[in-house]
């Protein structure tokens, strides 16, 4: 099992994104090789991958911004495709990404989960995340 960080487009990696995504959200649309390079060249973003026997199996995003208070870390859209899941591909990722959070200077790193996904919840508890008070308010444009 190998994670590495997109640092540029292959057509690999867009279908590999377009074969997990629909796994984690069934409604989002699929990338275009001008999104899938707009979030590579993002500085903020850091698209990780995992790859095991030649294919890529698993991915998620951690966005790192600097704030006012400091730098901010988020894990975001965190998928391992279905047939390689209960293996610890999710756990590598996770604990990959919460150390590259670390190495660029983020104290915390928070992420989000629905509870229909009782798997990720365990996991993510497991590596140390817990629950925060807080309230959630999501604005959508019309």
């Not at 994104?17 to 990338?31: C, D, G, I, R, Y």
């Not at 293996?87 to 915390?108: D, I």
């Amino acid at each position: 099992m190998r994670i590495l960080e997109v640092t540029e487009y292959s057509e690999e990696v867009l279908d590999a994104l377009n074969n997990l995504l629909p796994q984690l959200l069934e409604t989002v649309s699929p990338l275009t090789v001008e999104d899938l390079e707009e979030i590579i060249q993002s500085e903020s973003s850091h698209l990780l991958m995992v790859e095991l026997n030649g294919s890529y199996v698993g991915s998620l995003t951690l966005t790192a911004v600097k704030i006012p208070t400091g730098i901010k870390a988020w894990i975001e859209d965190v998928v391992v495709s279905e047939k390689t899941r209960g293996r610890g591909v999710g756990r590598h990722l996770v604990k990959h990404a919460v150390g590259m959070a670390g190495n660029l200077g983020a104290q915390t790193v928070s992420l989000t989960s629905g509870p229909s996904r009782v798997a990720a919840n365990k996991l993510y508890k497991k590596l140390g995340f817990g629950p925060i008070e807080t309230n959630v308010y999501r604005y959508k444009s019309s």
